[in-house]
């Protein structure tokens, strides 16, 4: 069975990337969205294991003492992680999976897994970012203040990304998404194998 695809979506804090990702999912439901883990408390609204898997500091430092995550990352005094286990059972079973992560931790992802597709969301500007990061309320003014610092520094890094999305609107960032997916799995370093399937006699599709 062919491997599914890890596809990174990566970016500031407030540019849309989890509200994209849902989208995504939404049009395109035989994708998996990996649920981090993270130290930080939930927000009013979120479920334990659906937007995160929310854990004590002890809990987290004995996983990654376990090395249970695939990536994890200190953001504004959180810590954040990916499942090792749960992504790797995905895409062995030839799932996508999308990872929905900032910026340290893609780059991470990128050394452990160089296949992976690392996809950068970009806000309209950074005036809008700020307006989303007002608008979702969640965040204190120190807190909204400290992420649109985050952000400055965070696009430095676009530059060790494949793709970049605009996000001015919904809909049309979660298309780009999934037109990079269907490009990417006709890369051709994804399918040289098939000309040795073709003269072994296989049917390829
Ligand atoms: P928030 O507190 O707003 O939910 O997330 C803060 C930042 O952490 C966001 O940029 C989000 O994408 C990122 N994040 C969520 N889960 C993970 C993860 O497992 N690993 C890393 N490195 N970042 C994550």
Redesign the pocket.
């Known amino acids: 069975m062919e491997k599914g695809l890890l596809i990174v979506v990566?970016g500031?804090?407030g540019a849309g990337?989890?509200i994209t990702c849902k989208r995504v999912l939404e049009k395109r439901p035989e994708i998996q969205l990996s649920v981090?883990?993270?130290t930080?408390a939930p927000r009013t609204g979120e479920v334990d294991g659906e937007n995160?898997f929310f854990l004590s500091d002890d809990e987290f430092n004995a996983r990654v003492a376990k090395q249970m995550f695939l990536?994890?990352?200190e953001?504004l005094g959180?810590q954040?992680?990916?499942p090792k286990d749960y992504v790797f059972q995905m895409i062995n079973q030839g799932k996508d999976v999308i990872?929905?992560?900032?910026v340290?931790?893609?780059l991470m992802v990128d050394e452990c897994c160089p296949e992976a597709v690392l996809v950068f969301v970009l806000p309209p500007s950074l005036a809008v970012l700020e307006e989303r990061l007002n608008m979702r309320g969640t965040e204190t003014e120190e807190q909204t203040r400290r992420r649109l610092e985050k952000a400055k520094t965070e696009l430095e890094l676009l530059n060790r990304y494949d793709y970049v999305i605009k996000n001015d609107e919904i809909d049309n960032a979660a298309d780009q998404i999934i037109d990079i997916i269907s490009a990417e799995k006709c890369a051709v370093k994804r399918n040289l194998h098939l000309t040795r399937r073709l003269k072994e006699g296989e049917t390829i599709v």
């Open positions: 990566s500031p804090s990337k989890s981090s883990c993270t930080r995160y990536e994890h990352a953001y959180k954040y992680g990916t990872l929905e992560i900032e340290q931790g893609a």
